[in-house]
């Protein structure tokens, strides 16, 4: 009797520690696809980067020679399209500010949250209420 008592706690501690390892085996796969998933995120977001930087770079080059053709075709003064150009600096400065100011929206905000379980309801002011509205 004590060897059969025995024998099936061995059995069932066998059964918890398969149980043990075949988790932690999942734990190990759940985690390895995680950090694919980030360092796929991380590179991503690196292209994407670059294409944004790519791009900002394109319209630059672009404004300047605009610009280098507007002045060779209408024989501007180099000095009088700098100060236009400082001008529209300060204008894109205080733009940037603008968009770059936090949003304080209150959709944001962690607000405790009401539950109707939590809320008292008194009978004696709903049936004042009912009789007012009837009335």
Same mark, same amino acid.
Not at 34 to 48: L, N, Q, T, Y
Not at 49 to 66: M, P, R, T, W, Y
């Given at each position: 009797?004590?060897? %059969?008592?025995?024998?099936?706690?061995?059995? $069932?501690? %066998?059964?918890?520690?398969?149980?043990?390892?075949?988790?932690?085996?999942?734990?190990?796969?759940?985690?390895?696809? &995680?950090? &694919? !998933?980030?360092?796929?995120?991380?590179?991503?977001? %690196?292209?994407?980067?670059?294409?944004?930087?790519?791009?900002? $770079?394109?319209?630059?080059?672009?404004?300047?020679?605009?610009?280098?053709?507007?002045?060779?075709?209408?024989?501007?003064?180099?000095?009088?399209?700098?100060?236009?150009?400082?001008?529209?600096?300060? !204008?894109?400065?205080?733009?940037?500010?603008?968009?770059?100011?936090?949003?304080?929206?209150?959709? !944001?905000?962690?607000?405790?949250?009401?539950?109707?379980?939590?809320?008292?309801? !008194?009978?004696?002011?709903?049936?004042?209420? &009912?009789?007012?509205?009837?009335?």
């Amino acid at each position: 009797m004590i060897l %059969r008592d025995e024998w099936k706690r061995a059995r $069932q501690e %066998r059964a918890v520690f398969e149980q043990v390892a075949s988790l932690r085996t999942k734990v190990e796969e759940i985690e390895a696809n &995680r950090d &694919r !998933d980030i360092c796929k995120g991380s590179r991503a977001a %690196r292209r994407e980067k670059k294409e944004v930087s790519a791009e900002i $770079q394109l319209h630059e080059v672009v404004a300047n020679l605009d610009l280098l053709s507007e002045i060779k075709e209408h024989g501007l003064v180099v000095e009088d399209e700098i100060v236009r150009l400082k001008e529209m600096e300060e !204008d894109c400065k205080a733009a940037a500010n603008l968009a770059a100011a936090p949003n304080w929206s209150v959709a !944001d905000l962690d607000l405790p949250q009401v539950s109707k379980d939590s809320i008292i309801v !008194d009978e004696a002011v709903n049936s004042s209420v &009912r009789e007012e509205a009837s009335s």
